[in-house]
Nanobody
Framework: QMQLVESGGGWVEVGDSLRLSCAASGRTFNKYAMGWFRQAPGKEREFVAAISGSGRVTYYADSVKGRFTISRDNAKNTVSLEMNSLKPEDTAVYYC???????????????WGQGTQVTVSS
C-alpha cells in the first residue's frame, strides 16, 4: 500500500512559477513510475508528466513541454513538479499518481493522491 500526499498548490498570476511536491509512503518508492495528472472543472483528468523509477526517463504532455519539469528524490520518497510560465489553462486540481511498474509510460495508476488546487489568474 502506498499513500501519496501533495502540497504546494495555490493561486498565482499568469507567468508565475509554482512547485508541487508529492510525498509517498512505503519502502519501495523507486519501483514505481510516478506521474502528475490534472483535472479542470468540467473536463476529464489528463496526463501532465511522468518519471521512471530511476528518474532517468521523463515524459510530458505537449501542452506543458518546455514549461514544466518533473523530478524525484528516491532517498526522500518525493516527486516534484516545477511549473513555470503558468497560463490560465493550467488551472486545475493536480494529482500525484503511482504506477506499480517502474518504467514509462504510465499504464495503470495504482495509487492517487488527494489532489492540490492550482489557480492561474489573468
Amino acid at each position: 500500500q502506498m499513500q501519496l500526499v501533495e502540497s504546494g498548490g495555490g493561486w498565482v498570476e499568469v507567468g508565475d512559477s509554482l512547485r508541487l511536491s508529492c510525498a509517498a509512503s512505503g519502502r519501495t518508492f523507486n519501483k514505481y513510475a510516478m506521474g502528475w495528472f490534472r483535472q479542470a472543472p468540467g473536463k476529464e483528468r489528463e496526463f501532465v508528466a511522468a518519471i521512471s523509477g530511476s528518474g532517468r526517463v521523463t515524459y510530458y504532455a505537449d501542452s506543458v513541454k518546455g514549461r514544466f519539469t518533473i523530478s524525484r528524490d528516491n532517498a526522500k520518497n518525493t516527486v516534484s513538479l516545477e511549473m513555470n510560465s503558468l497560463k490560465p489553462e493550467d488551472t486545475a486540481v493536480y494529482y500525484c499518481a503511482a504506477d506499480g511498474d517502474s518504467s514509462l509510460p504510465i499504464r495503470v495508476v495504482q495509487y492517487w493522491g488527494q489532489g492540490t488546487q492550482v489557480t492561474v489568474s489573468s
